[in-house]
């Protein structure tokens, strides 16, 4: 019965590397797409408003960074661990960052945030958070390399906490409050460890694990592509500015 689920072709396994660190690289528009999911998530948190946390777990692209670390794990790529690894930091910094700011900006004086969140991120709730966190890592893999399943994504993405217990930790140290940010801390890196091992699960019993060389290779690829484009436009830049002093002379 396992077998049968979890068969998949080496084609379709290529596409799902290249598909998925496609995903994951940090290019303008995923942080575009990381701000204004925060920005939302931390209105969401001050408001404490379901509907908008919702809608910011939904343009938040912070988990295929995390689907491609959980590959990195199971194809032993170490080139493979350090990109997700350095998109995760970056985006956490930057989520971190954002909610701080909005929270200093936005939060009312006679504000009942601190227990709004808190209520959130009871300690109590801990481990079905990772239990939930574990199943959609799971689900959000399965859906990945099963590809007629991607419209299923958006509701994991839901179920995948990531986002609002990072825009607490923001809020919490704008409020000063410790145990805000000790427990919103916490459950981030439950979740996403919950999310890692979920991964893990999936991409080794589809058998991805021989395709280390297969990813490397489209890294070093995407790496190429991003010089030749670079060089494009400082080129194209210069050719404007060349013809901009032509024309002034």
């Known amino acids: 019965?396992?077998?049968?689920?979890?068969?998949?072709?080496?084609?379709?396994?290529?596409?799902?590397?290249?598909?998925?660190?496609e995903e994951s690289k940090t290019r303008p528009d995923f942080y575009v797409m990381i701000a204004l999911a925060t920005f939302i998530a931390t209105i969401g948190l001050i408001t404490d408003?379901?509907?908008?946390?919702?809608?910011?777990?939904?343009?938040?692209?912070?988990?295929?960074?995390?689907?491609?670390l959980s590959l990195a794990v199971v194809t032993s790529s170490r080139v493979a661990l350090l990109r997700s690894l350095l998109a995760i930091s970056k985006a956490?910094?930057?989520?971190?960052?954002?909610?701080?700011?909005?929270?200093?900006?936005f939060?009312?004086?006679?504000?009942t945030v601190a227990e709004s969140i808190l209520n959130r991120i009871n300690s109590d709730l801990f481990l079905l958070l990772f239990l939930s966190s574990l199943a959609a890592g799971f689900a959000a893999t399965y859906s990945w390399v099963r590809q007629?399943?991607?419209?299923?994504?958006?509701?994991?993405?839901?179920?995948?906490?990531?986002?609002?217990?990072?825009?607490?930790?923001?809020?919490?140290?704008?409020?000063?409050?410790?145990?805000?940010i000790s427990d919103s801390?916490?459950?981030f890196l439950l979740n996403v460890l919950a999310i890692i091992l979920g991964?893990?699960?999936?991409?080794?019993?589809?058998?991805?694990?021989?395709?280390?060389?297969e990813e490397e290779e489209k890294i070093e690829e995407e790496?190429?592509?991003?010089?030749?484009?670079?060089?494009?436009?400082?080129e194209e830049n210069d050719k404007v500015l060349e013809e901009n002093v032509d024309l002034n002379n």
Request: charged share 5%; hydrophobic share 55%.
């Open 185 to 187: 801390l916490t459950i």
């Open 107 to 111: 939060l009312p004086n006679d504000s």
């Open 49 to 68: 408003s379901n509907v908008i946390l919702i809608g910011s777990m939904l343009i938040a692209p912070i988990l295929f960074p995390i689907l491609s």
């Open 223 to 234: 790496k190429v592509m991003d010089k030749i484009q670079t060089q494009a436009v400082k």
């Open 92 to 105: 956490v910094l930057m989520v971190i960052g954002i909610s701080f700011v909005t929270a200093f900006l």
């Open 1 to 21: 019965m396992i077998k049968t689920i979890f068969i998949s072709s080496y084609l379709d396994q290529q596409k799902t590397i290249h598909s998925l660190l």
């Open 199 to 213: 991964g893990v699960l999936v991409f080794s019993l589809f058998g991805f694990a021989h395709l280390q060389a």
């Open 148 to 180: 007629d399943l991607s419209a299923t994504l958006p509701g994991v993405a839901v179920t995948a906490t990531v986002l609002p217990p990072l825009a607490s930790f923001g809020t919490g140290l704008v409020l000063l409050n410790t145990t805000i």
